[in-house]
């Protein structure tokens, strides 16, 4: 079994700062993708940022130039550095992680808000 810990969210104002983490535990023998999806209300979930086993990045082009993905590998640790946040941030935001076989699991999702 693997788990997924997350923390980080809050409610900020527009322009401010925050930082996500997301811990990945259990049996994980190499990890393929790490990354974030969130979900607004009425919308469908979407990918906000990615890092792969090689380093590579993916980010939704809405949060380009202002959030920043990053790991910690022997922590098998994540973290979402997002400034410059808007309103249209706010959603749940959900961890998930790729390993082993191609085997996903999803963290629990931490609030967002964004007031204007």
């Known amino acids: 079994q693997v788990q997924l810990v997350e923390s980080g969210g809050g409610l900020v104002q527009a322009g401010e700062s925050l930082r996500l983490s997301c811990a990945a535990s259990?049996?994980?023998?190499?990890?393929?993708?790490m990354g974030w999806y969130r979900q607004a209300p009425g919308k469908q979930r979407e990918l906000v940022a990615r890092?792969?086993?090689?380093?590579?990045?993916n980010y939704e082009d809405s949060v380009k130039g202002r959030f920043t993905i990053s790991r910690e590998n022997a922590k098998n640790t994540i973290y979402l550095q997002m400034n410059s946040l808007k309103p249209e941030d706010t959603a749940v935001y959900y961890c998930?992680?790729?390993?082993?076989?191609?085997?996903?699991?999803w963290g629990q999702g931490t609030q967002v808000t964004v007031s204007s």
């Open positions: 259990g049996r994980i023998f190499s990890i393929n993708a």
């Open positions: 890092i792969f086993s090689g380093g590579i990045t």
């Open positions: 998930y992680v790729n390993i082993n076989r191609g085997d996903t699991y």
